[in-house]
């Protein structure tokens, strides 16, 4: 049955189609001014904010033939050299499962691209990075001081609004949501950012099967080099990001999630400051593969705007080149449910590397 079920999915995939073909009406503005999202394709995007700037996992490498899964996967560095946009401002890159998708081009652009960022992510994640290596050297490529792993009393619970979150800043430090600076050490500032890691789920491929499933307990001896080796995890975060003023005030709060997933996975709680959410990314894969997405997520986070990623098939395709989709979606299923939450029009889908500007800030 698995090789059945790998096999159609595969085939399904090889045939690629034009956005505008599928219904969707694809943004691609560039250069705009701060404070802006800018979308690097798959499940990656990237804001500067007040000297520093969040990440969240950027890929380019993209293995694979055109429209086709690959069997083997190797990060791209002139892909990452070509793409990777400036990020020697960033201090925190979230990922949020250890699928090769979300975390495959994470340790070369920690290296290489953002000297300052933490990493923060599952322990299956942590397990996963601490295998690469430089060639001839024996040192970690991320230092493990940069890896950050929330425990599980610092994950926000399924279906529990009522416990509260942590949240992980982007310097030093963390707290509960609701308590105050003085409750931490003094000396250096938090950050201008800040993230509440949140438990979610990763929906199936197809017939809401996961064919990359499972998790590691230990550090691996070498990097994963075939695809079913980038497990899972135990964890699949959503993430709660919030921009703060020079006070460790939210001006602007951001809900990412990192996969589609079925109600309540990734709610966020209820939150001290009652501060909407301004924007709401969605992953749009799989979204299928779940009941009432993003329906019963929308109806939660209420935000302003709603933004699409995700979405691009990303089996060997170039980051430069005009994004394509796969017909496993059905776009206008997708694009029904998020009208039907009263988003017409206040929705976004955004052409790999493009930028959209903040909503006015609630």
């Given at each position: 049955?698995?090789?059945i079920l790998?096999?159609?999915?595969?085939?399904?995939?090889?045939?690629?189609?034009?956005?505008?073909?599928?219904?969707?009406?694809v943004?691609?503005?560039r250069?705009?001014?701060?404070?802006k999202?800018?979308?690097?394709?798959?499940?990656?995007w990237?804001i500067?904010?007040?000297?520093?700037?969040?990440?969240?996992?950027p890929?380019?490498?993209n293995?694979?033939?055109?429209g086709?899964p690959?069997?083997?996967?190797?990060?791209?560095?002139?892909?990452?050299?070509?793409?990777?946009p400036r990020?020697d401002?960033?201090?925190?890159l979230?990922?949020?499962?250890?699928?090769?998708?979300?975390l495959l081009?994470?340790?070369?652009?920690?290296?290489?691209?953002?000297?300052k960022?933490?990493?923060f992510g599952?322990?299956t994640?942590?397990?996963?990075?601490?295998?690469h290596?430089s060639?001839?050297?024996?040192?970690?490529?991320?230092d493990p001081?940069?890896?950050v792993?929330p425990?599980?009393?610092?994950i926000?619970?399924?279906?529990?609004?009522?416990v509260?979150?942590t949240?992980?800043?982007?310097?030093r430090?963390?707290?509960r949501d609701g308590?105050?600076?003085?409750?931490l050490?003094?000396?250096?500032?938090?950050?201008r950012?800040?993230a509440?890691?949140?438990?979610?789920?990763?929906?199936?491929?197809?017939?809401?099967?996961?064919?990359l499933?499972?998790?590691?307990?230990?550090?691996?001896?070498?990097?994963?080099t075939?695809?079913?080796?980038?497990?899972?995890?135990?964890h699949?975060?959503?993430w709660?990001?919030?921009?703060?003023?020079?006070?460790?005030r939210?001006v602007?709060?951001?809900?990412f999630?990192?996969s589609?997933?079925?109600?309540?996975?990734?709610?966020?709680?209820?939150l001290?400051d009652?501060?909407?959410?301004?924007?709401e990314?969605?992953?749009?894969?799989?979204w299928?593969?779940?009941?009432?997405?993003?329906?019963?997520?929308?109806?939660v986070?209420?935000?302003?705007?709603v933004?699409?990623?995700h979405w691009?098939n990303?089996?060997?395709n170039?980051?430069?080149e005009?994004?394509?989709?796969?017909?496993?979606?059905?776009y206008a299923?997708?694009?029904?449910n998020?009208?039907?939450?009263?988003?017409a029009?206040?929705?976004?889908v955004?052409?790999?590397?493009s930028?959209?500007?903040?909503p006015a800030?609630?």
């Amino acid at each position: 049955m698995r090789i059945i079920l790998t096999l159609f999915f595969v085939l399904l995939l090889g045939c690629t189609h034009s956005p505008a073909s599928r219904g969707l009406k694809v943004d691609n503005q560039r250069g705009l001014p701060e404070p802006k999202l800018q979308y690097l394709g798959v499940g990656g995007w990237l804001i500067h904010w007040g000297g520093e700037g969040v990440l969240i996992a950027p890929m380019f490498s993209n293995p694979g033939l055109p429209g086709f899964p690959p069997i083997f996967v190797s990060a791209d560095e002139k892909r990452i050299a070509d793409y990777m946009p400036r990020a020697d401002d960033v201090t925190m890159l979230l990922v949020g499962h250890a699928h090769y998708d979300h975390l495959l081009d994470v340790p070369r652009i920690m290296d290489r691209y953002t000297p300052k960022a933490r990493v923060f992510g599952s322990e299956t994640m942590a397990h996963i990075l601490r295998a690469h290596r430089s060639e001839n050297d024996p040192r970690p490529l991320v230092d493990p001081a940069r890896i950050v792993e929330p425990g599980g009393a610092e994950i926000a619970p399924v279906g529990l609004p009522g416990v509260r979150g942590t949240w992980f800043y982007s310097i030093r430090g963390r707290m509960r949501d609701g308590d105050t600076a003085q409750n931490l050490p003094e000396g250096q500032p938090l950050g201008r950012i800040r993230a509440m890691p949140i438990a979610s789920e990763h929906a199936g491929h197809v017939f809401r099967y996961n064919f990359l499933p499972g998790a590691y307990d230990d550090d691996l001896g070498r990097v994963p080099t075939y695809i079913r080796d980038w497990k899972l995890g135990h964890h699949t975060f959503a993430w709660l990001i919030d921009l703060l003023d020079e006070a460790g005030r939210p001006v602007y709060r951001i809900h990412f999630q990192d996969s589609a997933a079925n109600p309540p996975y990734g709610f966020p709680p209820l939150l001290a400051d009652s501060k909407a959410v301004d924007v709401e990314i969605l992953c749009a894969a799989s979204w299928n593969q779940v009941d009432y997405y993003p329906n019963g997520l929308l109806q939660v986070t209420r935000p302003s705007l709603v933004l699409l990623g995700h979405w691009e098939n990303f089996f060997g395709n170039d980051p430069g080149e005009p994004a394509r989709t796969i017909p496993l979606l059905n776009y206008a299923g997708l694009i029904e449910n998020i009208e039907d939450a009263g988003y017409a029009g206040r929705y976004k889908v955004l052409e790999p590397l493009s930028e959209v500007a903040f909503p006015a800030p609630r």
